[in-house]
């Protein structure tokens, strides 16, 4: 199992940018994935999480980025998208994508990093003022 992340960049406050990651080895609507992120000195944070409920795609988002970034899916391209609008200095981080097999419900475990099986490489983003 693999897991690719890219995407990111450098961007100015208020820009937008989307990051991907694309699975394989991994069974589409087998899994859930979760985004972490982990800013210069300090620990790695939950960002969002997206699972599935039959064919409907069910998303969960820490609060320090509601309303700004937003999570899809490609099942034909096995990959996950985070969608990051009105991006903020303190977004600067590196972002990991993390697969969760056979979980598909959305719950409290989506936080938990031990609770995530797979980890992709991480993709930089970093936001200017």
């Known amino acids: 199992v693999q897991l690719q992340a890219s995407g990111g960049g450098l961007v100015q406050a208020g820009g937008s940018l989307r990051l991907s990651c694309a699975a394989s080895?991994?069974?589409?609507?087998?899994?859930?994935m979760g985004w972490f992120r982990q800013a210069p000195g300090k620990e790695r944070e939950f960002v969002a999480a997206?699972?599935?409920?039959?064919?409907?795609?069910?998303?969960y988002s820490a609060d320090s980025v509601k309303g700004r970034f937003t999570l899809s899916r490609n099942n034909a391209k096995n990959t996950v998208y985070l969608q990051m609008n009105n991006l903020k200095p303190e977004d600067t981080a590196v972002y990991y994508c993390?697969?969760?097999?056979?979980?598909?419900?959305?719950?409290?475990?989506?936080?938990?990093?031990?609770?995530?099986?797979?980890w992709g490489q991480g993709t930089l983003v970093t936001v200017s003022s």
């Open positions: 993390a697969a969760a097999k056979g979980r598909l419900q959305i719950g409290d475990w989506i936080r938990r990093e031990p609770d995530y099986d797979y």
């Open positions: 080895g991994l069974t589409s609507s087998t899994y859930s």
């Open positions: 997206i699972s599935w409920s039959g064919s409907i795609s069910i998303t």
